[in-house]
């Protein structure tokens, strides 16, 4: 007798959804990376390290980019011959390096930049409306990871202690950046913002509740 067909539960297909995507992106990486001579860790680092002007150390860029210690080391001895990147001493503690970006890394980030990959254009091509969504789903499903501990805390506007969700009564511009002084907008929240600091745990989870609570369509008593 034939099996009735079983559908997989919404999260393994949202998997399987994420998992095409992540196909698309290794692509586009590979291209990417090649246009300016590089491999994809190797760009990674540089896209990392643009927009940090204190430099990383290799352990903080290994476990951002979610490869080993020696594949981060071996990425950037092969930036360096290529003068992308060089150590400096990091000025808080004499024994340790710190990796820095050159300008001529910078120009690199940039060319690889200069023609958007496929997923870019897909995303682009979504409703002003469906990227907002899509946006502020992905955020909560990164913030997830970082709770179970998969990833590191990202540079995102909801683990920033800079950020004050629903601030405004305005719903085009609701939340309010304390660095900048100004309000922003859902579509405005940001996943990798230089200007980020770690807010306290204890913090993070009083602004995730807000944001999540002031999100909700229905919010308790409609
Ligand atoms: S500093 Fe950046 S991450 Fe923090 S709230 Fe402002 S825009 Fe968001």
Known sequence: MEKPHVVPP????????????ATALKSDDWACAQSVGLNPTQLAILRALETRNRGMAVKELALLLGVSQP?????????????LVEKH????????VRVVITGAGKD???SG????????????ALEDEDQEQLLVQLI??????????AIPIQRMCVSCQHFQPYAHADAARPHHCTFVDAAFGQQDLRIDCRDHETADPSVRAATWMEFEKDRSPNPPGD
């Open 140 to 149: 909560s499903v990164i913030r997830q990871l970082q709770e179970q501990g």
């Open 89 to 96: 001493a990091d000025p808080a503690d004499g024994r340790a």
């Open 10 to 21: 919404v999260h393994a297909r949202i998997v399987e959804g994420l998992e095409r995507i």
């Open 108 to 110: 690199a980030v940039r």
């Open 113 to 124: 930049e200069a023609a958007p990959g496929a997923v870019a254009k897909a995303t682009a």
């Open 71 to 83: 594949t981060a080391t071996d990425s950037i001895l092969a930036l360096e011959r290529k003068a």
